[in-house]
């Protein structure tokens, strides 16, 4: 059986606040969860010119799922992370553990955090 995880994604701008969910399986650590999925949002929040463009690719990928079955699904592990554009403030968190991340995040940033996730 695979492992379950959960990953509320928040975002607030002088445009837009709002948040989004992410279910699925197959990483059970946040480590795991960090590095290979919140890492890819938060890459890609970073790098839109705007916010909507990022927001109109998660919905046309049909990445999000919505908030009845992120509520509803039994996690082996929840995550979320939290994105002020306005001020390029990150964080990713799991339960009282949150790591900030400052400045646009790079590649190498978001490897570092992963590694101290896992210790």
Known sequence: MAETY???????????????????????????VLDNIAADHLLRISNASRIEEYLLDVLKQGENASEGEYDSTDADIE?????????QRYAFGVGDRVVELTGEPTKSEIASTVTQLQS
Request: hydrophobic content about 30%.
């Open 79 to 87: 995550c979320w992370i939290h994105v002020d554009v306005s001020y």
């Open 6 to 32: 959960t990953l509320c994604v928040q975002i607030e701008s002088h445009e837009y606040y709002g948040e989004f969910y992410l279910v699925g399986e197959g990483y059970g650590t946040p480590a795991e």
